[in-house]
């Protein structure tokens, strides 16, 4: 028979295994899909990040120690549920270069204030989600 707890258990038991064995990571890149991929790829390049060719179906896009992968693959729910944060030392340089974009079909906002810092949602042209952040005391 089948009891959930047990299984609970077993993963905290697993869980605690793999703690101290853990790998020590140093970097983690999210596979961002496009819609139109040679849109999306002129797009990043547009909003300041340096594109890398890794094949016919993928970029590599970098800017300062940040990358991501741009991928020639769109599902509509995945594009529209993904959210990524981007932490930026100056919020008014970021949105200068947004709001200085052109023949592209995205949506942003203006700067806003939050009790950590400020933000701009930026929408990119499959639909992805960008928090572009500026932290207190960055």
């Not at 594109?51 to 590599?60: A, F, G, K, T």
């Not at 928090?131 to 005391?137: C, K, L, R, S, W």
Request: proline letters at 2%; charged letters at 25%; hydrophobic letters at 40%.
């Amino acid at each position: 028979m089948f009891y959930p707890f047990d299984e609970c258990k077993t993963t905290h038991n697993a869980m605690r295994i793999v703690k101290e064995k853990a790998v020590q990571a140093d970097n983690i890149r999210v596979f961002i899909p496009s819609k139109d991929y040679e849109t999306s790829q002129s797009f990043y390049q547009a909003l300041g990040f340096k594109m890398d060719y890794v094949s016919e179906d993928l970029s590599l896009f970098e800017n300062g120690d940040c990358f991501f992968f741009l991928q020639r693959f769109y599902n509509h729910d995945l594009a529209n549920n993904l959210v990524l944060q981007l932490s930026v030392r100056d919020i008014n340089e970021a949105y200068e270069r947004i709001v200085n974009i052109e023949g592209f079909d995205f949506k942003y906002n203006s700067i806003q204030e939050e009790r950590w810092g400020k933000v701009i949602f930026l929408w990119g042209p499959s639909g992805e989600l960008w928090q572009i952040t500026e932290f207190i005391g960055n």
